[in-house]
């Protein structure tokens, strides 16, 4: 504070306390001072549309990482803004309160891009000009991604919703059993990610009903079982504080967890595992697109092609918010052994065809399901 | 009298406060009112004058238990924080030395000067099972397994308490320091003992400053979101974490504001009792 007092010579006690300048001198540097900030404002307010393009993302915490920002603001000599959100009805509630305009970029659940190409936000992509050709076969998502032939997004990046466990303190074989959840041996140990879709997937896996099957009806099989395994739990929580709970011993085993939440916390504790049952998981996925109103269309499309390519997936999937696996397959000459290792790389084949994807809810069922989560929580 | 210049005048002065206050809280209450009678049908929010939202509110036993925890937990964190906060500020005010008090203030507002989130996740940290007070415990035998405290109402309570102990003990102060020393030397003359002197004189000259900071503890700690998340552990939600819930995961905006505006009345009606029962003393 001082420093800028000073800088602006408006604190003339200041200089009269701290300096030997007589009055007529601190003045004359004070107007010295003035005029050399007000020059140096108009020059920055001059040069300020050579340098202004930025590009503004509404994305998931993942893309906050410099580490994956930086390379693209150097290349193309812009600024990224980013705005972080969970969850899409507010990043679609954060759309429809903005601008046109506003905003280039938007990340998003690939099972919601529909719902967001429905509300006429997304623009085509082109797309002859993403690397799709280099994804696993599994993550094109070409249902979800595009409509009637026109491709809207692009899938960035995937995992699973499983269960993650701390090998110190829980039998690894156990693990492989969904059904050990409620055999009372880890009553009071576990914990549930606070996210109703994949851990309600899970559960129907367990239940053999495929996610894709899930209604009405088949919700209300899950709700015993939910409510059974709510009362064997510790806590409910979103990733911090399943990240916490895990890490600090808290719990032994997490819901609803995986590569996402564990990858990170490795290094810290090599004991925290996750594994894909015996039942299955459920495959989470995000897509990237481009705003219909865009400003910046060719921008944007230039941040999609870097976020899909090689080295983008790559600092992508091991991004300091969350890991992930990269959908292209190229990234991986882009990662390290140990970081391969870590997301399980080559494990990939066996667990895509055990997991299934996300349900996908229509309105009516997607307010059963959030009726139903929030009772678990309120009981 | 006055003119009607003066009339300007006032009425100029009063301007500027009186379009904040209609921008920023009377417009947007509006705006939030009028949301709160919409409906959302599918995923469209569908304007208009439905009772729909306040019906569900109050049927649905999930949603006004959030009500009803909301309640009971700033309850318990207002009782506990005043006995905690009415001695302590009574010891800076008459048993530290008068050039110490300043600096006794300043170390009870320290909490402050941290983040809110960052204390929260400190404490969840303290009172984890491997956490500060466990190992104590554990280490001096005093308990053979580690203590549940953390994600419950417990860790919630314990929070917030820490925040509005340091809040109350200001306001407890204030008061307590204005206090002159004749009252407690008046009561002494006509026979009363410490405790008489306490409870028939001191304590009902603080209570508008116990009861002013009370309130600010209550409207605080029920529109609270953060601590009872992070420590809570979501075994059982508060109202404005249900509210959180219909605008992050439903988009349900209209069904937010209902919540809001009942938890508005809310405080509205806490308020409403506390300026009437100031009001009755000054009486």
Not at chain 2, 164 to 175: D, E, G, K, R, S
Not at chain 2, 192 to 218: K, N, S, W
Request: net charge negative; proline share 5%.
């Amino acid at each position: 504070m001082n420093a800028f007092k000073f800088f602006l010579g408006l604190h003339q006690d200041w200089l009269r306390e701290n300096t030997t300048m007589p009055r007529n001198t601190i003045r004359s540097t004070r107007n010295r001072r003035l005029a050399a900030l007000a020059a140096g404002t108009a020059l920055a307010l001059l040069a300020a549309p050579a340098s202004a393009q930025s590009l503004n993302a509404l994305v998931w915490c993942d893309h906050a990482d410099p580490e994956l920002i930086r390379p693209f603001e150097q290349e193309h000599g812009v600024r990224v803004n980013l705005r972080e959100y969970e969850g899409t009805a507010a990043g679609l509630a954060i759309l429809q309160q903005s601008r046109p305009g506003d905003w280039d970029v938007l990340v998003i659940d690939a099972v919601d891009v529909h719902r967001a190409v429905d509300l006429d936000l997304l623009a085509p992509l082109p797309a002859e000009a993403l690397p799709t050709a280099d994804f696993f076969p599994e993550l094109v998502l070409e249902d979800l991604n595009t409509r009637d032939g026109i491709t809207y997004a692009v899938t960035e990046k995937f995992g699973y919703n499983t269960i993650s466990y701390n090998r110190a303190a829980v039998d690894p074989v156990d693990m492989n059993d969904l059904s050990a959840l409620w055999s009372g041996r880890y009553d009071g140990r576990i914990a549930i990610y606070d996210y109703y879709l994949p851990v309600l997937g899970m559960l129907a896996l367990n239940e053999g009903i495929d996610t894709a099957d899930l209604d009405a009806e088949a919700l209300e099989r899950l709700r015993a079982p939910l409510l059974d395994l709510r009362a064997r739990s510790r806590q409910v929580g979103e990733v911090v504080a399943s990240q916490t709970a895990l890490a600090t011993g808290e719990v032994d085993i997490l819901v609803g967890g995986g590569e996402w939440l564990t990858a990170v916390l490795a290094e810290e504790n090599p004991d925290l595992d996750w594994t894909i049952p015996d039942q299955g998981a459920v495959l989470w996925a995000q897509s990237i697109a481009v705003l219909a109103d865009s400003a910046n269309p060719d921008l944007a499309l230039a941040f999609v092609q870097y976020i899909t390519s090689p080295q983008g997936q790559a600092r992508l999937a091991t991004s300091s918010c969350y890991w992930g696996m990269p959908a292209n397959i190229a990234a991986g000459t882009e990662l390290t052994d140990e970081q391969r290792a870590i997301l399980r790389w080559d494990e990939q084949d066996t667990f895509l065809t055990r997991a299934q994807r996300y349900p996908v809810p229509d309105a009516e069922l997607d307010a059963a399901m959030q009726d139903l989560w929030t009772d678990m929580l309120q009981n | 009298m006055t003119t009607a210049r003066e009339n300007r005048l006032g009425w100029g002065l009063v301007a500027p406060a009186l379009a904040w206050v209609a921008l920023f809280f009377a417009l947007p209450f509006a705006l939030m009112l009028g949301l709160s009678f919409a409906r959302l049908e599918g995923r469209v929010v569908v304007q208009g004058f439905h009772l729909d939202n306040y019906l569900r509110f109050f049927t649905e036993p999930a949603l006004f238990r959030g009500l009803i925890v909301s309640l009971e937990i700033t309850a318990i964190v207002t009782v506990v924080s005043l006995a905690l906060a009415y001695p302590l500020a009574w010891i800076i005010a008459f048993r530290v030395p008068r050039r110490w008090q300043r600096l006794a203030l300043v170390l009870a507002i320290l909490p402050f000067w941290t983040s809110y989130v960052v204390r929260s996740y400190a404490w969840l940290l303290v009172l984890g099972q491997n956490g500060v007070i466990n190992r104590a415990l554990l280490s001096t035998g005093l308990i053979d397994a580690p203590l549940i405290m953390s994600a419950t109402r417990f860790a919630t309570v314990t929070g917030f308490v820490h925040f509005f102990v340091m809040l109350l003990t200001l306001t407890i102060y204030a008061n307590l320091v204005q206090l002159s020393p004749n009252y407690a030397r008046a009561a002494a003359d006509l026979g009363a003992g410490r405790l008489a002197t306490f409870r028939h004189v001191i304590l009902p000259l603080t209570l508008p400053g116990v009861m002013t900071g009370a309130f600010l503890t209550f409207v605080l700690c029920i529109g609270d979101y953060i601590t009872p998340q992070i420590l809570g552990g979501n075994n059982e939600l508060t109202l404005p974490q249900l509210i959180m819930m219909q605008l992050g995961r439903r988009g349900d905006f209209p069904m937010a504001s209902a919540m809001a505006v009942i938890l508005m009345a809310v405080v509205t009606l806490a308020y409403l009792a506390c300026a009437r029962w100031l009001r009755m003393e000054r009486v």
